[in-house]
């Protein structure tokens, strides 16, 4: 059975759809796209279709990953092709590869995020950055399924910069300046997200932004230890069944 | 005047609520069209929740059949949960369409689709976040209309202050007819304003304008007559009828929600109209005639909605669609056109015969065989024939075991409590039936590994049927009688554990009831149950008999009077203005029949018995056979 890595994006709206919205939205364009999906044998047979790590409801993205398999080998383009034209916009397939050896999820090791906070003070926000990166462990709560739990959000942050940039989402005034954070998060257990990130920072400086965050997972991928940047975990795939075509490069702008 | 969306303000509020998903539209197959380039604009509204609203047909044909419509603009819009309407209010943001989230209060048309009355609270929702007055006779020039269809709007006097209009029967011809009405009216210059644009509507005999009638009373409550205020408006209005579904084959572009909803599926009605004649169901007696839809067009209805939504199943849906002239071609025919695809079919409405086993087969050549629903509805052969469900025991226990034999594990059994004449012993029998089917399963199988569920649900007399003038059994009578079928099926050690049972005690019915056969003067307990906090009266968690209990009392209105009182044969009903093709008359003694059990055939296949439909409605029976077949599909 030949397996498709898809990456895709959640842009503007449909940054708030579930996960569960996204695995019925993807089956059924898979079958309007003709895509000859595997499926489970048994009683209740299910189309082969995994996913990786998805972003939150809520939380925009320009690197989600799943995984097809298909039952006749197909050309990664024309699955690329028609399955973003059965997708509804906002729901974008960027690059579709061949699976090589090797798991998947295992290479989407760290993920790049952006959170744009509209209204929010510039200078309070660096010094709320600073104390939180000189911090060693800052530990928060978030109210999971099992009811709250308490972890580190420290130690996951490889990086946390300030910046600033215009408004983009139709959510506030075009134009206007707005504070963005630029972070690079290491995938753990439990896992630490943006918001955990927004806690820490609220807990070390009493930063707290004036409106909900607009976040967006840029890219996901192994982390080059030399180097400290992400890598497109798809390469990998390239590398080994069609040697070495070079992927879209990390980031995309968000719609 | 340019109108703007409110997404931007909408989107900062969606983290904070509930599947925020359902508030954004963006769904395959739906539609924006440019707002200044529309002659007309309606916005559709299905008056519950979101994942309710959109599987409905009815607002999803309208919608693609006005958008169709070169200079005509729809979008669709849906009862927000009261997370977000919190919210919207602190915020000031007005009730949006999902499509292009524009204010409902710019568009010309507010159309609200009821299948039932308890959406009756979610439309003042809307109407105040959308900044619409709730009463119509406060409504100003740069309001849209705000009219009504779907079943319930067959007696719309209950709300008759809150609509401008309302529509009966089928809405794809009469809505394209009301688009143009309202186009020439504002291309002219919108003369008259508000009232002309009624006039215009009503003058045609197929729109109901409430307030160009006058309802007067006796001294006792009773209604002493209702007659049209103005000259030219008619006396009665009438339903409208779609007399050739094949040329309407809608949808053609099935709406694929992202959020999840309750019916996902592509669905095709395979026919209109009911005439088996059950003499509680209101929706049997206000389609007539039955129309279907030929074979072919079936065939290539489901071929073109599965490849443009992506659905993995196919409804195919009428009031009981085992009785489609060819339903055992276009069976056989989609089960073989789909066999090894991982597409299912299914045929929600059916009936207890051996027929609808080789049915059911067909349908689950993919899949197992896990369940078969049947509505004998009544618990005895007396009440079945007093309800004209010609269903003896006989043919259900013969019926239930060729589908266990057949390997089917589960069959599902739908009863009514609460019926015209209805008896202790009645509701008992339920659980002797149920025993018996069990019994039956056993037999045939040799194995315990079968099941039963009974499902009850309580009786509302409708307008329009021959239960009109019924008396509904009250809610203490319905809830002694649910506990003792209770108490009967779970105290039974040999069968009890292989039977399930399904309930809702019955004071909503009573609601149910007062909406369905109130009258104008119930509008003041909608409003003030509304008022008072009631929203979303179909969802069980948010519905308080108490709340409805306590605004009839304030509003004066005695529930038990529009109730559990029996009516006289020379007594105006709050709807008998409004035409449904059904002879008074008939209706009357159909209704005598009843109590002394005289069975009705269906006029599909014995003489007319002269209900009057289709000759005051010119429409007549439209069935097959055709004689044609469904062809293999060349790619699946």
């Not at chain 2, 008396?471 to 809830?479: R, S």
């Amino acid at each position: 059975m030949q397996r498709l890595r898809v990456r895709y994006a959640k842009r503007g709206r449909l940054r708030f759809t579930s996960h569960r919205d996204i695995s019925r939205a993807v089956e059924r364009a898979v079958r309007r796209a003709g895509i000859p999906v595997a499926y489970s044998a048994g009683f209740s047979p299910h189309p082969k279709i995994s996913y990786a790590g998805a972003a939150p409801t809520g939380v925009a993205s320009e690197a989600e990953y799943l995984e097809i398999g298909v039952t006749t080998p197909c050309v990664p383009e024309q699955v690329k092709l028609g399955l973003d034209g059965s997708l509804p916009p906002g729901l974008d397939v960027l690059d579709v590869v061949e699976a090589g050896p090797g798991g998947l999820a295992d290479r989407l090791e760290v993920s790049d995020w952006e959170v744009r906070l509209p209204g929010a003070d510039r200078e309070l926000a660096e010094v709320a950055v600073e104390k939180f990166l000189a911090a060693s462990t800052v530990d928060v709560e978030r109210l999971t399924k099992k009811g709250p739990r308490r972890f580190d959000a420290r130690e996951a942050v490889l990086r946390l910069v300030v910046s600033e940039g215009t408004d983009r989402t139709a959510a506030q005034v075009q134009g206007r300046p707005c504070v963005i954070l630029r972070m690079v998060v290491r995938h753990m257990t439990p896992a630490v997200r943006p918001d955990d990130v927004l806690t820490g920072l609220r807990l070390v400086a009493d930063f707290a932004p004036p409106v909900p965050p607009e976040v967006t997972r840029l890219a996901q991928g192994p982390l080059d230890a030399s180097t400290g940047a992400l890598a497109d975990p798809l390469d990998l795939d390239r590398d080994t069944t069609r040697g070495g075509e070079a992927g879209p490069a990390g980031e995309h702008v968000a719609g | 005047m340019p109108v703007e969306s409110i997404f931007h303000r909408l989107e900062a509020l969606l983290p904070k609520v509930q599947k925020p998903i359902q508030y954004v539209g963006g769904e395959l197959n739906s539609t924006v069209k440019d707002w200044d380039s529309a002659e007309v604009r309606w916005a559709l509204m299905y008056p519950d929740a979101y994942e309710v609203g959109l599987p409905n047909q009815g607002v999803a044909i309208l919608y693609e059949i006005l958008n169709e419509l070169p200079g005509t603009l729809a979008e669709r819009t849906y009862a927000v949960w009261p997370d977000l309407e919190a919210l919207m209010r602190a915020e000031g943001i007005p009730q949006f369409t999902v499509d292009a989230h524009r204010p409902v209060r710019a568009f010309d048309v507010l159309g609200v689709s009821f299948s039932t009355e308890l959406g009756y609270t979610n439309m003042l929702t809307a109407l105040d976040l959308a900044g619409i007055p709730l009463t119509a006779a406060d409504r100003g020039d740069d309001d849209p209309i705000v009219l009504a269809g779907g079943h319930a709007a067959f007696n719309p006097e209950p709300i008759a202050d809150f609509l401008d209009a309302a529509v009966l029967g089928d809405g794809e011809q009469i809505s394209i007819a009301i688009s143009e009405v309202v186009r020439e009216w504002k291309a002219e210059g919108r003369p008259g304003g508000r009232d002309e644009l009624l006039m215009r509507l009503a003058e045609s005999g197929g729109v109901y304008v409430p307030k160009f009638y006058d309802v007067d009373y006796h001294p006792d409550g009773r209604i002493k007559r209702v007659a049209p205020n103005r000259a030219d408006v008619p006396w009665r209005v009438h339903k409208h009828t779609v007399m050739d579904l094949d040329e309407w084959p809608y949808p053609k572009k099935p709406l694929v929600p992202l959020a999840e909803t309750v019916h996902e599926r592509f669905s095709v009605e395979i026919f209109r109209g009911c005439t088996r004649g059950c003499r509680f169901c209101q929706a049997g007696m206000i389609t007539r005639p039955v129309r279907e839809r030929s074979i072919t067009t079936i065939g290539a209805m489901v071929e073109n909605g599965v490849k443009e939504s992506g659905f993995n199943e196919v409804g195919l849906l009428s009031l009981s669609s085992a009785d489609h002239s060819e339903i055992a071609d276009v069976a056989k025919g989609l089960a073989d056109r789909y066999e090894g695809t991982n597409t299912s079919l299914s045929l929600p409405s059916t009936r207890v015969d051996a027929f609808n086993i080789d049915l059911a087969n067909e349908f689950s050549r993919n899949g197992r065989r896990s369940g078969l629903t049947f509505a004998p509805e009544g618990g005895s052969e007396r009440m079945r024939k007093v309800i004209n469900k010609m269903v003896t025991e006989e043919d259900l226990i013969r019926t239930v075991t060729t589908a266990y034999s057949q390997g089917w594990r589960q069959v599902k059994l739908y009863f009514m409590c609460g019926l015209p004449t209805e008896q202790d012993e009645d509701v008992l029998g339920i659980a002797d039936l149920a025993k018996k089917v069990i019994k039956a399963g056993r037999d045939i199988t040799g194995s315990r590994d079968i099941r039963c569920t009974v499902s009850i649900g309580g009786f509302v007399p409708k307008p329009h049927t021959p239960f009109q003038w019924a008396a509904q059994a009250d809610h203490e009578t319905v809830d002694r009688r649910l506990k003792a079928l209770r108490d009967s099926l779970r105290g039974d050690k040999q069968y009890g554990k292989a039977i399930g049972f399904r309930y809702h005690d019955g004071k909503p019915s009573i609601v149910e009831g007062l909406l369905s056969r109130g009258d104008r003067r119930v509008g003041a307990v909608i409003r003030a149950v509304w008022e008072s906090g009631g929203r979303f009266d179909g969802w069980s968690e948010h519905f308080s008999y108490e709340r409805w209990m306590a605004a009839a009392e304030q509003a004066g209105v005695d529930v038990a009077w529009y109730t559990t009182r029996e009516r006289e044969e020379n007594e105006v009903l709050p709807w008998d203005h409004l035409d449904a093709g059904l002879d008074r008359e008939w209706l009357w003694q159909d209704w005598q029949e009843a109590v002394t059990g005289g069975e009705v055939e269906d006029c599909r296949w014995t003489p007319c018995y002269d209900c009057g439909v289709c000759p005051t409605m010119g429409t007549e029976i439209q069935i097959g056979p055709t004689g044609r077949k469904l062809l293999p599909l060349t790619v699946v």
